[in-house]
């Protein structure tokens, strides 16, 4: 069964360093997320992107951050300058073109910033 | 207000046992709503999707949807100790962007 694929699986920075997340969406879907979940909270939306452009994003989805499908497989997310508070899960999902459609989410990304 | 919002729990029912879960929302016009499984340290699975009020059912799984009351819950019959993990409520939003919200999550622990 298609799954959507995340790397690293951890990744432990120094803060103010770049990190970059990567995702490898489902390969026939079209819409791509990136959600984050600090430990103890709620799952967060950040961005969501079609189509090559960023059609939604957040407040929390500041200038430290950008979104990049660099091919037609992949997908991801920078962080310019980590902060302490960058610390969380990160979540890709990707999502079919279908009417009722729904989002699937790959394993995450652990982000430790130090 | 919160957008979604869940009980967080722990919601404790014996194995064997329905566990009903419930989600209020609060925009009137949120269209399509999921109901995922989040095991910890794990990322959110997929259970059941409902966009039409009345009931959907899916084997042990039920989710029910009333637009007027702006309520979704998920019933869980024959309760078993692999069910235990926090179920999340999350709304597609009023934009058409496809963005979800989730609510907080219940915990629910089962015991056999």
């Known amino acids: 069964e298609p799954e959507v694929t995340q790397t690293p699986s951890h990744q432990v920075t120094q803060m103010g360093q770049e990190v970059i997340l990567r995702c490898v969406p489902i390969?026939?879907?079209?819409?791509f997320y990136w959600y984050r979940q600090i430990l103890g909270q709620k799952v967060e939306f950040l961005v969501s992107?079609?189509?090559?452009?960023?059609?939604?994003k957040s407040e929390i989805f500041d200038d430290q951050f950008s979104v990049e499908r660099p091919d037609g497989s992949n997908f991801t997310l920078k962080i310019r300058s980590t902060k302490l508070e960058d610390s969380a899960m990160y979540f890709c999902?990707?999502?079919?073109?279908?009417?009722?459609?729904?989002?699937?989410f790959g394993p995450g990304t652990r982000l430790l910033v130090l | 207000q919160k957008e979604v919002e869940q009980n967080s729990g722990p919601l404790s029912v014996p194995e064997g046992a329905i566990a009903s879960l419930n989600c209020t929302y609060s925009?009137?016009?949120?269209?399509?709503f999921f109901w995922y499984r989040q095991y910890s340290g794990k990322s959110p699975e997929l259970i059941m999707s409902?966009?039409?009020?009345g009931d959907k059912e899916d084997g042990r799984f039920t989710a029910q949807l009333n637009k007027a009351s702006q309520y979704v819950s998920l019933l869980i019959r024959d309760s078993q100790p692999s069910d235990s993990a926090t179920y999340l409520c999350?709304?597609?939003?009023?934009?058409?962007?496809?963005?979800?919200?989730f609510g907080q999550g219940t915990t629910l622990q089962v015991k056999p």
């Open positions: 925009d009137r016009v949120s269209q399509s």
């Open positions: 999902a990707s999502e079919g073109a279908g009417r009722q459609e729904t989002q699937y």
């Open positions: 999350a709304v597609r939003g009023r934009s058409n962007t496809g963005k979800l919200i």
């Open positions: 409902i966009y039409s009020n």
């Open positions: 390969s026939n879907h079209l819409y």
């Open positions: 992107f079609y189509n090559n452009e960023i059609s939604e």
